[in-house]
């Protein structure tokens, strides 16, 4: 297992709430990434953070977004939920090429 | 921007025989090709990367193979075991200032049947 870990494990929000998602990376790794893992489908890249900076982002709207701790520690926060932002949310920390997943949280959005 | 296709998106194999997933991309400045497998409920796992100046590449029985003039990647598992059955997952990078994010293909679910 890496280690990664990411904080809940299970969420269930209500159409219009928001919610935030807590990752801590591995040792040593300054870059955090997240990813969007809809059911039957691949990852989506949303963001990534490097040095509690932003460092490219995906097709995903504002209402996305994110923070990077000193300790290179993550949140990603969602705005206005909506129903099709049910997913797996994937927390990735890397030095250079190698990303190494978190175990995600499962987002339920009724 | 970067598009990665995958094929097939299921795949049935007798333990024992070879599997093969094949992946393309389309942005000739992806320069990292990882492939993750995904138990059912866990997280992907990385087994095997290649980078672009490098053709092939093996860990035991997987190997990865890379095209770049024709811009395909493959994954090869010989001697499949049940415990390889999953979902694999190819991905090219898409770079950043300060280290890779990726695309990632739509998946593969191999199933090696005892």
């Known amino acids: 297992e890496t280690g990664v870990t990411q904080s809940p494990t299970h969420l269930i929000k209500t159409r219009g709430q928001q919610v935030t998602l807590r990752c801590s990376s591995q040792s040593g790794h300054n870059t955090v990434s997240w990813y969007q893992q809809a059911l039957g489908q691949g990852p989506q890249f949303i963001f990534q953070y490097y040095r509690e900076e932003e460092n490219g982002r995906g097709n995903f709207p504002p209402r996305f977004s994110g923070l990077q701790f000193p300790n290179y520690s993550s949140e990603l926060n969602v705005n206005a939920l909506e129903l099709d932002d049910s997913a797996l949310y994937l927390c990735a920390s890397s030095t250079e090429d190698e990303q190494f997943f978190g175990p995600g949280t499962r987002l339920t959005v009724l | 921007g970067e598009n990665v296709e995958q094929h097939p998106s299921t795949l049935s194999v007798q333990e024992g025989d070879s599997a093969v997933i094949k992946c393309t991309y389309s942005?000739?400045?992806?320069?990292?090709f990882p492939w993750y497998k995904q138990e059912l409920g866990k997280r992907p796992q990385l087994i095997i990367d290649i980078r672009s100046n490098v053709g092939e590449k093996k860990d035991q029985r997987i190997a990865v193979t890379l095209n770049k003039t024709a811009k395909h990647f493959s994954l090869h598992i010989t001697e499949t075991q049940p415990e390889d059955s999953a979902v694999y997952f190819c991905?090219?990078?898409?770079?950043?200032?300060?280290?890779?994010?990726?695309?990632f293909g739509p998946g593969t679910r191999l199933s090696v049947l005892p």
């Open positions: 942005d000739s400045a992806s320069n990292y």
């Open positions: 991905a090219a990078s898409i770079g950043g200032n300060y280290g890779q994010n990726f695309v």
